[in-house]
């Protein structure tokens, strides 16, 4: 059970981060990256859905499939999730999570690693502190405030003590990046969706370029020292000159040379939203350079994220009711526990 588990903490991960409206604002003032290749009409109408999606207070996925798979040092690992969901967002986006359901359905779930094959299917609700989780039929429950907290407080640990940024104050602190030689993007041929024309786009991302650009940028480099314990005083003020970029891009360039980004979006030409979103990462890590001794990786950490999603319900009222009667999530727990899972 504990694959399952990590499958709905994927899976909710993928949908927050993928599909709630205005993911996709690469924007941090001046002209915006996205329309890097674009014809002027073509980025009014990016743009425009957008702006659209900043306005979705409620959306339903009628159809999602994960697709997740690792390589590295003669072992890989693999994970395939198909379902369905329903999302509500906070009405105060600071709120963050807490005020945020989140309806998911996996019907189907499939996890393979060097331990074994593992495969089933789940529902959990998420609404406020109180996750709910259906297996095989049984409905377990729980407030789950202090693990959220644990995690918030794990994540501040891995960076330097920071803690968890919100991501308005993430948006200020990266405004005036210039992503722009990261970035490109181009129509494609247009698809029918749900009675209508989409226009489709599709973002490519240099993965490589996007991290040259963040460790040249001021406030990043000024955070990323302060995390590992470094003087920062005085770095606001800091410029790299051309051979510092030069010297950054060739160690990051051969590293993160295989690596591909894409994010294809769906826009209705009728209506404006987003109906159908691909994201695809096929990863090529190649940390050679930084290993040394007997038993350094000298192959490259291989991988493929793959999240393909219909969009629909825009603002609409969903009917997501927790369960009256639920065991503890404890229970859960024990039980996987005793199986040796």
Same mark, same amino acid.
């Given at each position: 059970?504990?694959?399952?588990?990590?499958?709905?903490?994927?899976?909710?991960?993928?949908?927050?981060?993928?599909?709630?409206?205005?993911?996709?604002?690469?924007?941090?003032?001046?002209?915006?990256?996205?329309?890097?290749?674009?014809?002027?009409?073509?980025?009014?109408?990016?743009?425009?859905?957008?702006?659209?999606?900043?306005?979705?207070?409620?959306?339903?996925?009628?159809?999602?499939?994960?697709?997740?798979?690792?390589?590295?040092?003669?072992?890989?690992?693999?994970?395939?999730?198909?379902?369905?969901?329903?999302?509500?967002?906070?009405?105060?986006?600071?709120?963050?999570?807490?005020?945020?359901?989140?309806?998911?359905?996996?019907? *189907?779930?499939?996890?393979?690693?060097?331990?074994?094959?593992?495969?089933?299917?789940?529902?959990?609700?998420?609404?406020?502190?109180?996750?709910?989780?259906?297996?095989?039929?049984?409905?377990?429950?729980?407030?789950?405030?202090?693990?959220?907290?644990?995690?918030?407080?794990?994540?501040? *640990?891995?960076?330097?003590?920071?803690?968890?940024?919100?991501?308005?104050?993430?948006?200020?602190?990266?405004?005036?990046?210039?992503?722009?030689?990261?970035?490109?993007?181009?129509?494609?041929?247009?698809?029918?969706?749900?009675?209508?024309?989409?226009?489709?786009?599709?973002?490519?991302?240099?993965?490589?370029?996007?991290?040259?650009?963040?460790?040249?940028?001021?406030?990043?480099?000024?955070?990323?020292?302060?995390?590992?314990?470094?003087?920062?005083?005085?770095?606001?003020?800091?410029?790299?000159?051309?051979?510092?970029?030069?010297?950054?891009?060739?160690?990051?360039?051969?590293?993160?040379?295989?690596?591909?980004?894409?994010?294809?979006?769906?826009?209705?030409?009728?209506?404006?939203?987003?109906?159908?979103?691909?994201?695809?990462?096929?990863?090529?890590?190649?940390?050679?350079?930084?290993?040394?001794?007997?038993?350094?990786?000298?192959?490259?950490?291989?991988?493929?994220?793959?999240?393909?999603?219909?969009?629909?319900?825009?603002?609409?009222?969903?009917?997501?009711?927790?369960?009256?009667?639920?065991?503890?999530?404890?229970?859960?727990?024990?039980?996987?526990?005793?199986?040796?899972?």
């Amino acid at each position: 059970m504990k694959h399952l588990a990590r499958i709905a903490s994927i899976v909710l991960v993928m949908a927050l981060v993928m599909l709630t409206p205005g993911l996709a604002a690469f924007a941090q003032g001046g002209t915006d990256p996205q329309c890097t290749g674009l014809a002027e009409a073509d980025c009014q109408i990016l743009l425009g859905a957008n702006g659209t999606m900043d306005t979705v207070s409620a959306f339903s996925i009628p159809a999602w499939s994960l697709n997740v798979s690792f390589a590295a040092e003669g072992e890989s690992v693999s994970l395939t999730a198909s379902g369905s969901g329903e999302i509500v967002l906070p009405a105060d986006p600071a709120a963050g999570a807490e005020d945020m359901v989140l309806h998911m359905v996996i019907d *189907e779930a499939s996890a393979v690693s060097p331990d074994g094959t593992e495969s089933g299917s789940l529902e959990f609700i998420l609404m406020g502190n109180m996750l709910y989780v259906n297996i095989d039929g049984e409905w377990y429950g729980g407030d789950i405030s202090d693990e959220m907290a644990e995690g918030q407080e794990a994540a501040g *640990e891995e960076m330097g003590g920071a803690g968890v940024a919100n991501p308005a104050d993430i948006a200020l602190a990266l405004e005036g990046l210039d992503l722009s030689a990261a970035v490109s993007t181009t129509r494609d041929a247009d698809a029918e969706m749900m009675g209508q024309s989409m226009a489709v786009f599709t973002t490519n991302v240099d993965a490589a370029q996007v991290v040259v650009t963040l460790l040249t940028f001021p406030p990043v480099l000024q955070a990323l020292m302060g995390a590992m314990g470094g003087d920062t005083a005085g770095m606001e003020e800091m410029e790299l000159t051309p051979e510092d970029v030069q010297m950054l891009g060739m160690i990051f360039a051969p590293m993160l040379a295989g690596t591909q980004i894409s994010l294809t979006r769906w826009v209705g030409v009728d209506d404006g939203y987003i109906h159908h979103i691909e994201f695809v990462t096929d990863l090529s890590l190649d940390v050679s350079m930084f290993a040394s001794g007997e038993g350094a990786p000298t192959e490259p950490i291989t991988g493929n994220i793959s999240l393909t999603s219909d969009l629909a319900g825009f603002n609409e009222s969903f009917d997501i009711t927790p369960p009256a009667d639920y065991r503890p999530l404890e229970e859960l727990e024990g039980e996987a526990e005793a199986l040796g899972m």
